[in-house]
């Protein structure tokens, strides 16, 4: 009878398991699924673009519009704008990264998109449902329920940092980060299994990484990937996923080579890795190999490790994540939070690195799963380099190995950008946590009641700090230290405000915190809670909690405040700037018509200084006006140099600098008092005395410009300066008043004519043509003369007199000149980047062998297919000749 009992106890068929059944919908329903998901994910945080067709409208948005602007009107001319004249005086275009237009193949999709109506931001939206469906698609890898990939996804796409990117107009930042999941996925595809067809994937994705512009994400990406490779040759990870919440899949057959020989076939699988590096980069080669010929050019190429350019430490770690920020990873408010009420010690930072508490603790959580253990092991090591890295020059040790022998690794800046790497990682470890929390073992339900006693201590104390207002004091001084060292204003206001925001904060996180607490001890008592609705619950608290920050970074003006000067010269808090708008429509000038029409007329062929608010503006490009200011992170080195004289920190400008560029006028909002007037005459830049307001700035013109381009019959070289070829020396020198470079040139070597002085008086050259790419002048020279234009010398600019190649000097160590013969001539500056076509020539090979690779699984399918067909028709070829 026993026996009975028994074989009827095991034909009788288990309770199916909630896990189980989440693992068989997301496989079945998975791809249909996801993209619902994400929408709705995007649709809740960006609802205002998606549904009423807003776009955000930052100060970094405009700067790159101007670009876009200024480039797509000279393609539509027949022109590809591969240097940029408007600002700086003169930088590369396309080897910046300023204007790529055509290279990444997607963007051509999103405009053509534009055009049927769809949204202006559907570049935006198309690459985070990109990034959302690789995280969802990442995730399982390992089996992981949907509940649990919602949460991962939600952290991936919710987080303040990348919601700061998409609403400030980082678009390449942002779209270089979501094919992080992906190529992260494929690389651990590629060491699981091998296979040609995931290594042509992973080439193709890592080169339309590439082609998205950003490189130091793509930087960043690699060095994940080769942390990996390396774990993953010491220790290996599974070769198959391993289902979680106690439900297990079959184990896949090893391959034939890892049965045998299992470290020959790590390494060789590890070597298909190269070979994605190899036609990953020679499919970015049309951008890498501008990029790498004008870094040693640019502001990147100032110091360097090893001489050869690079950034210079110093100017490499400015932004750095301080370690008074990291408090900000847990409570958005920890350093104030806002243009106002931010005391950090971040520049030009406002927004947290925001992830919450309840993300970290089930990151922890993960190491429960205990297959994934080594897969837990190796995310944490890597997320904790990657917080060591982006703390910069506040962990000197780490960064400086880092600096001084990761190859190129010094050719970037700002540290803290290293964060997209912690938030990958926790999007990935988050949901194996939330997923081993769910198994019905019995040990889960200690864990969880302990996770109870302290989700309930943390959130009660802060709640309670809330509602008392306890820790006010504590906090307010917190600030006021982190202002003394940050150099910030911390008025009383201020803190007033910041501490009403935090008191908000802590009220709301600490309400979700005993939320989570509740649920983390019903799923202890109750099993069937814990299988079925865990997992939900706490993805839904994770996501209220990214939310709530969230929205202030996409709606500052809800609760965020800014300092506006008042008229009597102080200031006072008033809501902050609202970011969405209509969209403007189609490019259009950036500048009042009236002010551009002035500026044509008094500027000319020559340059501006714009002062004050303007100076960092790209504005005026849009109207044809050739700027002294603007602004652009890689910016040319020598570029830096004088800008940093005309608007110094401290100290006056050195206007003298600006009339020797060519500047024919100055603007100011506002209008300058007559004191400042006096100023600018004594530092070297006297003003007409007949201002003109137009579109609320005020134009004064130069009294006595130095034009652009000028004759010169007199010179000296640069080997016979005290200093040599030193530009900073030179440049003070000109500050000074201590070099006249009116009718005095420094060339880097002989001119050839060498030009002669004489009685007749210099004509001013004619320009002809004023392009970007092309500037061509008529010259009448009297006699052998120089004639310099004052734009930027860089490797690229070639000359020709009357259409024959002329040598073009360096003058002034940072200008072009070439030297005349008497007579009339044409004169002509023409800019091609040497490396841009080696790059498409590279390009277009990658793009080739990464189709043949992926269609040979297919040819070789078809070969053996047709080959049995082959012989069989043989064989009876031969019976006939024999019949």
Known sequence: ????????????????????????????????????????????????????????????????????????????????????????????????????????????VFEWLQHLGFHPLTWLFGHLLLGGLGMWWLLGRWSVPWPARCLGVVIWLWSARLVAWAVHGHGTKLGAEMYLPWLVGLTWTILGRGGLRPTAVAAL??????????????????????????????????TAPAALGGQTEPARELPRAMASEPGAARRGYAGLLLLVLILGFAIGAVLLLPVHSYASFSTRGAGGATGAGGAAYDYATAWSLAPEDLGAVFMPTAAGFGQATYMGRMPFTTNPNYVGLLVPL????????????????????????????ALGRYSPGLYQLAYNVLPYFDKFRAPSMIMVLPV?????????????????????????????????????????????????????????????????????????????????????????????G???????????????????????????????????????????????????????????????????????????????????????????????????????????IRSLGGYYPAKPAVGEAVRERLYPRAGLFALRIARWLGA????????????????????????????????????????????RARLVERYRLATALPEGDALEPFLDAIAAGRHDPTGL????????????????????????????????????????????????????????????????????????AVALPAGAHEVSFEYHDPALRRGIALAATGVLIVLILLAWPWVRRSLSRTAPALSATSESDRDADAS
């Open 745 to 816: 040139l420094i060339l880097d070597r002989e001119p050839a004519p060498a030009p002669l002085t004489g009685p007749e008086p210099l004509p001013a050259p004619v320009f002809v043509e004023d392009g970007l790419n092309r500037v061509v002048v008529n010259v009448a020279a009297p006699r052998p003369v120089l004639l310099l234009l004052a734009d930027i010398w860089a490797p690229g600019w070639r000359a020709t007199v009357d259409g024959r190649s002329a040598p073009l000097l360096r003058a002034d160590l940072m200008l072009r």
């Open 518 to 624: 509740g649920a983390a001890l019903l799923a202890a008592r109750r099993p069937a809670f814990r299988r079925t609705w865990l997992v939900p619950v706490l993805a839904a608290l994770v996501a209220i909690d990214l939310w709530g920050v969230a929205r202030l970074v996409t709606n500052p003006e809800q609760r965020l405040q800014t300092v506006v000067r008042t008229a009597d010269g102080g200031g006072r808090l008033v809501p902050a700037e609202r970011l969405l708008q209509r969209w403007p429509g189609p490019a259009r000038s950036q500048v009042a018509p009236d002010l551009a029409a002035h500026l044509q007329r008094t500027v000319g062929h020559d340059r501006l200084l714009p002062l004050g608010a303007d100076r960092e503006t790209n504005a005026y490009m849009t109207a044809g």
């Open 1 to 108: 009878m026993a026996k009975r009992k028994r074989s009827r106890e095991r034909a009788t068929p288990a309770p199916a398991s909630p896990v189980a059944g989440s693992l068989a919908a997301s496989r079945r329903w998975g791809w249909l699924l996801a993209p619902g998901i994400v929408l709705l994910l995007l649709l809740l945080l960006y609802r205002e673009p998606l549904l009423q067709g807003l776009v955000f409208a930052s100060s970094d948005t405009s700067a790159a519009e101007a670009f876009r602007q200024v480039g797509d009107a000279a393609r539509r001319q027949g022109t590809y704008p591969l240097w940029n004249p408007y600002i700086f005086g003169g930088m590369p275009s396309f080897g910046s990264l300023a204007y790529v237009y055509g290279v990444y193949p997607p963007t051509l």
């Open 664 to 707: 024919a006028a100055i603007t100011y909002p506002g209008g300058l008092i007559a004191a400042d007037l006096d100023v600018l005459r004594e530092h070297g830049l006297a003003l007409v005395d007949d201002p003109v307001e137009a579109g609320g700035t005020v134009v004064y013109r130069v009294e006595d410009p130095l034009p």
């Open 424 to 516: 990958l990682l926790l999007s990935i470890l988050a949901p194996l946590g939330a997923a081993a929390l769910a198994d019905p073992r019995e040990d889960r339900a200690r864990w969880l009641r302990r996770a109870a006693i302290f989700l309930f201590g943390v959130g009660g104390l802060m709640l309670l700090s809330g509602i008392t207002g306890f820790g006010e004091s504590f906090y307010q001084s917190h600030l006021t230290d982190l202002a003394d060292k940050s150099q910030r204003p911390a008025a009383p206001v201020l803190l007033a405000a910041a501490w009403d925001l935090h008191r908000d904060f802590l009220l709301r996180i600490g309400l979700l915190l005993l939320a989570a």
């Open 362 to 389: 089930l990151a922890a959580a993960a190491w429960l799963a205990r297959r994934q253990r080594n897969l837990v092991w190796a995310c944490a090591a890597a997320a904790v380099l990657a917080l060591l890295l």
């Open 205 to 238: 994705v890592l080169g339309l990484q590439l082609l998205r512009g950003h490189i130091q994400v793509t930087y960043y990406t690699l060095l994940l990937i080769g942390f990996v490779t390396v774990w993953h040759l010491i220790r290996p990870f599974a």
